[in-house]
DNA sequence: TGATATGCTCTACATTATAGAACAAAGCAA
DNA sequence: TTGCTTTGTTCTATAATGTAGAGCATATCA
């Protein structure tokens, strides 16, 4: 009956971390340049939305438009926020690591 | 010409991590186990070997078969152990998610 | 010698990861 | 008032990963 434990994959964590570390200023472009930097890989931009759409369809992201008249042209942004769920899901995600990594030692924290 | 850094997938870690933490025990039905308790799901076993083929592919574990003769019959056991490579790995998807997680405060702990 | 226990291999399919071209819309120059 | 530039999103496609479960292999022991 109890419904099985939601986890995220490798990317849409990472994503999902992004999300909440830009706060107020998460939309499309930005979440792209900083999840780049993070992984150190160049991140295509359909990468991103896919993911972020991928979130959304399961309610771990709420989005919604920005405002309409940005300052130096250009479309409106589309901006993301992590939802309860998806705090939930990072949790669950960053727990079962946790269980695998207590009590190991490598050369490098490992959480 | 420098290579772009490689990450895990998400089970691949988990499973990856189970590998380590089993030490000289680690063998398919065993991992199973372990990954079953830790993610609190109930993993088949073609999952495990499924990923574990494709870590070992990658260079990440090493494979061998134990000893031939079990104490209580059933099929010798494969072995897999973790190698530098698959050391590397986790450091790397741990390193871009830390970057992302710095800073950054929830009700739980994220490593 | 076949029932039972233990463990592995194979095949198939669903979900994620990832790229990049196409499209949309706003500001600004002339 | 049009078209170039800038900024940002949507669409389409494909590769890689996640996941299940049936079936096969092999050892012990009645």
Redesign the interface.
């Known amino acids: 009956m109890s419904e ?2 939601d ?4 990317f849409e ?2 994503v999902l ?2 999300v ?2 830009l706060g107020s200023d998460a939309y499309g472009a930005k979440i792209r340049q ?2 780049s ?6 991140i295509s931009i359909g990468a991103i939305y896919a993911t972020l759409e991928r979130l959304e369809r399961k309610g771990y992201v709420g989005s919604w438009q920005g405002e309409a008249t940005p300052e130096r042209g250009g479309r409106a942004k589309r901006y993301f926020k992590v939802e309860g769920a998806g ?1 939930l899901a ?2 669950n ?9 207590a ?2 030692d ?6």
Chains 1, 2 share one sequence.
Do not use: P
Request: overall charge positive; cysteine-free.
């Open positions: 099985q434990k986890y995220l994959g490798h964590e990472i971390l992004g909440l570390k900083l999840v930097e993070a992984t150190e890989r160049d705090v990072l949790s995600t960053n727990a079962a690591r946790s269980r695998l990594t009590g190991l490598l050369g490098f924290n490992l959480g």
